[in-house]
Structures are given as C-alpha cells and as structure tokens.
C-alpha cells in the first residue's frame, strides 16, 4: 500500500478535512490498542496512519495562515 497523496486532502473543504483528522486519529488508537493485544498484523499501517494525519494538519494549518494573512493585509486604500 502506498502512502497517501497529499492532493487528494487539499481537494476536501473544511468539513470534510476536520472528519478525516477525527478518523485518522481513530485509526491510530484502534492500532495501538491491536498493538498492545498482540492482534496487529500489518505494522506499516502505524506510519501510513501517522503520515496521513501529518498531512491532514499541514493543510488545516495552511488555511488558518492564509486566513489570517487575508484578515491581516490592510488595504491599499487605509
């Protein structure tokens, strides 16, 4: 399996990018409980999981800057 692509989470909206980080997060847990029962098979899955909320907060980062820098550039005419 291969790691996801971070152009497919900067085509979702806001909405839609807070549920992907909320399911990924889960995940995560569901795999360091199967962890920790000795139930996990696939390891890779921890690092594709965590690669995947990485990219998840990147993008919510990048548009609470670009937010605030659109708030904050004063107008030409002030």
């Known amino acids: 399996m ?7 989470i900067r085509d979702l909206d806001d909405k839609d ?3 992907e ?3 990924a997060k889960k995940k995560l847990f ?3 409980f199967q962890q920790a ?5 696939k390891t890779h899955e921890f690092k594709h999981t965590r690669h995947r ?3 998840l907060l990147t993008v919510e980062r990048e ?3 670009s937010k605030n820098n659109s ?3 004063p107008s030409k005419g002030e």
């Open 2 to 8: 291969a790691l996801p692509k971070i152009g497919e």
């Open 37 to 41: 029962t000795r139930q996990l098979e």
């Open 63 to 65: 548009r609470q800057l």
């Open 53 to 55: 909320i990485a990219q």
């Open 17 to 19: 990018l807070a549920a």
């Open 21 to 23: 980080v909320l399911a």
């Open 71 to 73: 708030k904050s550039t």
């Open 30 to 32: 569901d795999l360091r």
